[in-house]
């Protein structure tokens, strides 16, 4: 393998992956079964060598091999040899496994506050009148310094909201209790499906994601998705929280010598699927401006038109395994897949994708000034590491070595919105009660305003830095629906 770039197989010529433009994002399609996996690994592997780190979802928990060496099995070594790679041993690569609900890896939280009104609406499949609502109630927690941090806070807060709906429809516009109702309902669906798990603190540090090993080989962080694929909305919300993030907090720097990170979207459809047009806008906008942060996005799907057409345009890389055609509609499909690639006049890259066999694709990258080569069909390298997953014992003992143990197995729960209420509603009862022990006609008790100062807001609220948070607390960013004020 060359120093700048990564080897991925051979046909009429050797393929590489120029690490130069592997921030200009990529595709790798296929049916099941056809070693759309082993390609992700194969990459991911590389990536690591190259000294940059990889995310990836773990969907049917073979990814997990990666940290293993491999068995240098007779089928791997004769691939090997045939397609031309030198030095071929077994070599695992450097692993952080984590896991939304704590059980196969470190749990990875948010809080409510970072993913914002927008992504949460997507999340609970609210219609717009919901989602207005919801919108007003991050802003009420903003104007009155109520920080949001996991799900018990919103339920509070919406709670607070439908008690004072007549008073709050005159600042901020109609608030309808049935409205409320409706989110809390959906709110405990999520709750049932193991949301609850994902929002609270200590929230997710990303330079946690971004770092090398000793040797310099970039750390591959391994999201255990098995579970998580029961619920689809909530992993593909997750993931697209994880990448607005990553736009929100890295620096601009432009066309780097090699990524700062590599993004791997698995079962990617899931993000497109039923997306409202102001969320695939907000998908699209992010995947075009997140290569000038060094940060690669590979999507990983069985069909190519899963793909809008505005976030196809901007995928540089493309690796095509074999299609099956059994209907006119899955014959379109192929058509339009192999019209995505610069012809090769050696063959017909039509025929050639219902014609591939297990561990060939049909590969194109982006050569000198970013110009697509032409198609080539590709026998893709094999793995150095492990064709399956870890087993228990082996998973058991990667998450006891990691230092990242102590940061996050253990949840925190500080004072927040919920506490903050909590104590209101009390001390409006004590003095309802008092008034009432006098014998005299209670009188109405003003609500006394939460509002805090600024430095307050941002130290009860504070996931990572002062100026990140502060960020977050005035405005939700590029997927947040308030503005950011300064």
Do not use: C
């Not at 499906?193 to 971004?210: R, V």
């Not at 998450?399 to 949840?411: M, N, Q």
Request: hydrophobic fraction near 40%; aromatic fraction near 6%.
């Amino acid at each position: 393998m060359a120093d700048d770039a990564l080897f991925i197989g051979k046909g009429e010529n050797p393929q590489h992956l120029s690490l130069k433009y592997a921030n200009r994002h990529g595709l790798i399609a296929g049916a099941t079964g056809t070693g759309k996996t082993v390609t992700l690994q194969i990459l991911a592997e590389g990536f690591s060598r190259a000294g940059v780190p990889v995310f990836a979802a773990d969907v049917k928990g073979d990814l997990s091999g990666i940290a293993a060496p491999g068995d240098m099995k007779d089928f791997l070594v004769a691939r090997a040899q045939k397609i031309g790679l030198e030095g071929y041993a077994p070599e695992a690569s450097p692993v952080v496994l984590w896991d939304l609900f704590g059980e196969k890896g470190h749990p990875i939280r948010a809080t409510v506050s970072e993913m914002g009104p927008l992504l949460l609406a997507r999340l609970l499949d609210l219609n717009e009148t919901q989602e207005g609502v919801l919108t007003l109630a991050f802003r009420v927690a903003d104007d009155e310094g109520l920080a949001l941090l996991d799900l018990k806070d919103l339920r509070a807060l919406l709670i607070d909201i439908g008690e004072r709906a007549e008073e709050l429809t005159l600042k901020y516009g109609n608030v309808a209790k049935t409205t409320v109702g409706s989110i809390q309902r959906r709110l405990l669906t999520l709750e049932e499906q193991g949301g609850e798990n994902f929002f609270g603190e200590p929230a997710l540090d990303l330079n946690d994601f971004i770092h090398v090993d000793r040797d310099g080989r970039g750390v591959v962080n391994i999201l255990a998705a098995d579970r998580l694929m029961q619920s689809p909305k909530l992993y593909a919300t997750f993931l697209l929280w994880m990448l607005s993030e990553l736009f929100e907090e890295l620096p601009e720097i432009g066309d780097p010598e090699k990524p700062k990170l590599v993004f791997f979207f698995d079962e990617a459809h899931l993000l497109f699927t039923d997306a409202p047009r102001a969320l695939l806008e907000k998908i699209e906008q992010v995947v075009r401006l997140i290569r000038s942060k060094g940060v690669g996005v590979f999507f990983v799907t069985q069909n190519p038109q899963d793909i809008p057409d505005r976030v196809s345009s901007q995928l540089g890389a493309r690796i095509q395994h074999a299609l099956r055609a059994f209907t006119p509609k899955e014959q379109k499909v192929i058509k339009t897949a192999s019209e995505m690639f610069r012809p090769n006049p050696a063959f017909s890259t039509l025929e050639a994708i219902t014609d591939l066999g297990v561990g060939e694709a049909l590969v194109s990258t982006l050569q000198a000034k970013g110009a697509p080569s032409m198609v080539d069909r590709t026998l893709i390298r094999p793995p150095s590491s492990r064709l399956g997953p870890l087993t228990e014992d082996e998973r058991r003992e990667i998450l006891r070595r990691s230092a990242l143990g102590k940061r996050y197995d253990k949840p925190i729960d500080r004072e927040s919105a919920y506490e903050i209420l909590e104590e209101r509603a009390e001390r409006l009862a004590r003095h309802e009660k008092r008034d009432a022990e006098k014998g005299g006609k209670a009188k109405p008790t003003p609500r006394r305003s939460s509002r805090q100062s600024v430095g307050e807001a941002a130290v009860k609220s504070a996931v990572r830095t002062f100026s990140n948070m502060l960020v977050r607390e005035l405005g939700r960013g590029l997927f947040g629906s308030i503005k950011r004020r300064r």
